[in-house]
């Protein structure tokens, strides 16, 4: 376990984030630098953009599965590590496992040893919720038998195991379906982002599957709030659920893009998605015990991305 690292006089405390430039990733910079953090961020820009971050923040173009993340770590010597990069698609994992393994399994590891070695206070990981549990009849709970069905779910799994055996307090988030701005449809739980798109678009909802299988989305500033509370030197390691704990059906997800675009849209059906699971539950009952709520509701947050698409 490290030590506390005091902060000179006259500098800000440092935070590392991996995967910086992404959808999650960069609303947390946001934060972090909003809370009085000088942050470096570590992303590939394989689906970051730079165009997401904040000026004041830092960016080094690198690969978690080949760059020298000793160095960055000693040279940066941030307080805490917020490990986001991932290669975030279920069917690209399926497509190609082993590229799947080097970013998810083999960069945490990596990321892993480099806090260690740089005597990081924290390490805060995000996992994936939906992966990691697979078929959830019920909604799961940290003490759920993890029942992963993809490589994606595989690998992030053992991603997991890295962190916590690494010797430093850390946090890992398993967040549910993640949606709000910047997504690009096409990721991990990105059926919000992909159906925004379309119907504002072609004006067709294409449904992969019966419509049947379920989900529970959360807004990224609630999962946000949620890092910040887990990066805390006081919360206990471990693994923390992030999410509503209310699943709905695909089927109902597009009647409230519909009720939000104002306009009547189709359906496309198309074939079910391998290593799609038939239901996702998750219960965040642990994480509520710190005083996070989710404050942002479905119809809503779906309302405010298609006003702020239109008016862009």
């Known amino acids: 376990m490290s030590a506390t690292r005091s902060t000179p006089t006259g500098r800000r405390p440092r935070a590392l984030v991996t995967g910086g430039a992404g959808f999650i990733g960069s609303h947390l910079v946001d934060r972090l630098i909003a809370d009085g953090r000088d942050v470096l961020v570590v992303d590939d820009l394989s689906t970051g953009r730079p165009s997401n971050l904040a000026g004041e923040a830092r960016l080094e173009q690198l690969d978690v599965a080949t760059a020298d993340l000793d160095r960055v770590v000693r040279t940066w010597r941030p307080r805490e590590v917020y490990h986001l990069a991932a290669q975030s698609s279920v069917p690209r994992s399926i497509d190609d496992p082993a590229r799947d393994f080097a970013v998810n399994d083999s960069g945490t ?19 994936s919720g939906g992966a990691i549990y697979g078929e959830t009849p019920r909604a799961a709970s940290e003490r759920n038998r993890p029942a992963p ?21 850390f946090a890992i988030a398993r967040p549910s379906n993640v949606y709000g701005p910047r997504q690009a449809a096409g990721l991990e739980g990105a059926v919000v982002a992909a159906f925004v798109d379309q119907a504002l678009g072609s004006g067709s909802l294409t449904i992969h599957g019966d419509g049947r299988q379920s989900r529970d989305f959360v807004h990224v500033r609630d999962v946000t709030d949620a890092l910040l509370l887990l990066g805390r030197p006081e919360t206990p390691s471990g693994r923390w659920n992030v999410s509503t704990g209310r699943a709905i059906t695909i089927g109902q997800l597009a009647a409230i893009v519909e009720r939000a675009a104002g306009r009547s849209l189709g359906r496309r059906v198309a074939p079910r998605r391998e290593g799609d699971v038939r239901r996702s539950a998750i219960s965040s009952a642990r994480l509520r015990t710190l005083g996070w709520r989710p404050s942002i509701d479905l119809n809503a947050g779906i309302a405010e991305l298609i006003g702020a698409r239109r008016a862009f």
């Open 109 to 127: 590891q990596r990321i892993a040893s480099a806090s260690r070695a740089g005597r990081v206070d924290r390490l805060i990981f995000v996992s």
């Open 149 to 169: 069905i993809s490589p994606y779910g595989v690998h992030k799994l053992a991603a997991e195991g890295h962190v916590a055996r690494a010797g430093l307090p």
